[in-house]
């Protein structure tokens, strides 16, 4: 067996979670170690459009939810980490919009009127008209309604990169996981055959702490996948545009964001209800259908005759809710030495961090000394889905 190693805390899963709570650790002196079995944020995280919201959408058929209290001091934190003076410094991360934007179709922008004006958002959204609207919008055609939030969206796989440089030494590319046990007790895991000792260990490994609770012998907390569809379309005619287009159901019908490709092409990648169950149901060709269908009737101006496409089929993983809903917090579950989470959006990175750092001051835990870490295999970034899918 390779030599054993210790930390103060093991981490499972190299996602944008499990990175950011590694920062945080480490900045306040913790030893700490994290493990990804493939590429860093390879799963979920470089999947996700990239959006830091403050839960304005989920208000928009009534009053704000417990969701949105919850998240609504999200984009704050977060642009206070871009510009290099929140609780991690995240100068460097590319910035794609320092809004995301609502769009109502003509025949819905009546009913949104009285909703801004309401107590509820006030202050946190805006109408915008000529030339404030995104680029893509900016059209002769268009007759509908555009309000911006107080949202960014950022480039994640820059995102990871600089997570993955706050991470220094404590990386490691490791597939197969097994208990460490003493006298019963959980005290580490074993990764590829190294033994690894820690004061807590933290799986946030996304769809995977399933399978990672299951090499532990544990069936709880029961994990929930909500299922996407996502579409992605590349066009030489494509102009930025961050946006939830509004349907008549509590979702929007499509959010759009864009993102550059290497050709130097945008990509616009849409959600939304599009990718919801009814996505989720069609073959790949159906669901690149509906999404063409859709950008024709809202946005009959650009030119998509020689746009390439593709869809990407996402697992929203997250603790099990009564009738699949959405969680509304990122969730902790704790179990003697070992703490199993997941932030349930990428925007609530931090609160997940914040839940692990309250349970360490409440259980005392503190920094220990620790040798420092041989050179260690190191897992990559992974790379975004339309480089490998749109070529």
Known sequence: MAESLSTDVLILGGGVAGLWLNARLRQQGFATLLVEKASLGGEQSVKSQG???????????????????AIADMPRRWREALAGNGELDLRGVRLLSDAHYLWSPGTLAGNL???????????????????????ALQHPKFKGKVYR????????PSLITRLAELAGDSLLAGREVAPLREDGQ??????????????????????????????????????QRRPLH??????????????????????????????????????WYLGGDLAEADGVARNEAEQIAAAEQELRQL???????????????????????????????????????????WPTKLALAPDFADRVLAVFERDGVRPSANPPLPALPRPTVAQPAWEELLG
């Open 51 to 69: 959006i830091i919201h403050g839960g304005a959408k989920y208000a928009l058929h009534g009053a704000l939810t417990g969701a949105s209290e």
């Open 113 to 135: 009127t009285s909703f801004f004006a309401s107590k509820a958002v006030r202050g946190r959204v805006d109408q915008v008209k000529g030339d404030a609207l995104p680029p």
């Open 149 to 156: 939030l107080a949202e960014l969206v950022l480039d994640v």
């Open 186 to 223: 959980l005290v580490g895991l074993v990764i590829d055959g190294r033994a690894v000792r820690a004061q807590r260990i933290v799986l946030s490994a996304g769809a995977g702490n399933q399978a990672l609770l299951e090499a532990l012998g544990l069936s709880q907390p029961a994990m």
């Open 230 to 267: 996502m579409v992605m379309v590349k066009a030489p005619s494509l102009k930025p545009l961050y946006a939830h287009c509004l349907g008549g159901g509590p979702k929007p019908r499509i959010t759009v964001t864009s993102h550059p490709a290497a050709d130097g092409q945008w990509v």
């Open 299 to 341: 946005l009959p101006w650009i030119d998509l005759s020689t746009a390439q496409w593709a869809t990407l089929r996402v697992d929203r993983a997250e603790p099990a809710q009564s009738g699949l809903v959405r969680p509304d917090n990122a969730f902790l579950a704790e179990q003697d030495r070992l703490l199993v989470g």
